[in-house]
């Protein structure tokens, strides 16, 4: 188990305000990326049009029929699993796994098929990871992944790839995977440290070097399924394609098929870069206040488990 000393000095608890707000704006755009897409997800980019033009506003609806601002499983999994590192003081698997199991319980609005499965063979065996499984390399483990970015952050890299296995691999055990969501982390922590898109452009590119079937420079993918290659070649193009938060996640909802998981992770990646302020007021007022205010506190009650920091570069 991965044990995390909390950083205690200065007025925000150790945390510079500069990464306390892209923090946030992680968390948040994430779940505003997921409650957007939600409304588009199943659809091809022609039905879109056809029943919104280009889709803006956190509407509700969708095939879930979700209320205005109402999130699915991407935020839903990523604050369960925030709340089992909380709770455990760090990175234990079988707390991550009652998490999760809770969760399901709860009667989700939503529930991937993969998710369910590792959930339903951790209740029955108790053991807290899936065998390999080649077949494993969907979203359902990038989408989560936010809390293991912001609580190991300034972690050495190979412990925060053996962090990623842990949640990872209770529900979902690919290579492929592994190395999609572990990419994604890394974005996100670069981000958090006030780097530029081409910084994050580096990382995209090293991941395609280190597995192909991530190369994302072709035509634009639309319809992306809930396979991990698609869902992250979607979200590279869209946020490559821009320059500011609010396009880039337009883009990538509006290309439909698994579009509240692309919104959740691109909202997560951009979210990290920009910071809090550049998520339009309209989406944060339209969230669902209960979530907004569980993001706001998962955000920083994780940074202050991460590794003490401001010697490795943290900015304010």
Not at 3 to 27: D, M, N, Q, T
Not at 310 to 316: A, P, T
Request: charged residues 20%; proline residues 4%; contains cysteine.
């Amino acid at each position: 188990m991965f044990v995390f000393h909390p950083i205690i000095e200065g007025p925000r608890a150790g945390i510079p305000a500069g990464l306390s707000a892209r923090a946030e704006g992680a968390y948040l755009g994430l779940a505003v990326g997921d409650a957007l897409g939600a409304t588009t997800e199943f659809m091809t980019p022609r039905e879109i049009r056809q029943a919104h033009g280009v889709h803006r506003h956190l509407s509700g609806g969708g095939w879930l029929r979700l209320r205005r601002g109402q999130v699915t499983d991407d935020t839903e999994m990523s604050l369960a699993l925030g709340r089992a590192i909380l709770d455990a003081g760090g990175l234990d698997a079988r707390a991550i796994a009652e998490s999760f199991s809770a969760w399901m319980r709860g009667k989700p609005v939503d529930i991937g098929h993969t998710v369910r499965r590792g959930i339903v063979r951790y209740r029955q065996t108790g053991q807290t990871a899936v065998p390999l499984n080649d077949q494993d390399a969907g979203n359902g483990a990038c989408m989560r992944a936010l809390p293991i970015a912001l609580c190991t952050l300034g972690l050495a890299a190979d412990a925060v790839a053996e962090a990623n296995r842990i949640q990872s691999h209770t529900t979902h055990h690919s290579p492929l995977g592994d190395a999609g969501t572990l990419t994604v982390i890394r974005m996100v922590q670069t981000a958090l440290l006030g780097v530029d898109l081409a910084k994050l452009r580096l990382l995209a590119e090293a991941l395609v070097v280190e597995e192909p079937r991530y190369r994302y420079d072709r035509q634009r993918l639309e319809n992306p399924g809930g396979y991990l290659v698609e869902t992250l070649q979607a979200v590279f193009q869209a946020l490559f394609g821009a320059h500011d938060f609010e396009t880039a996640l337009i883009d990538v909802v509006n290309r439909g098929g698994d579009a509240d998981t692309t919104g959740a992770i691109l909202g997560m990646i951009a979210g990290a870069l920009y910071g809090r302020e550049a998520i339009p007021r309209r989406w944060l007022a339209a969230l669902d206040p209960r979530i907004k205010e569980s993001c706001r506190k998962q955000a920083s009650a994780l940074l202050r488990m991460a590794p003490k920091g401001r010697e490795r570069g943290w900015e304010s």
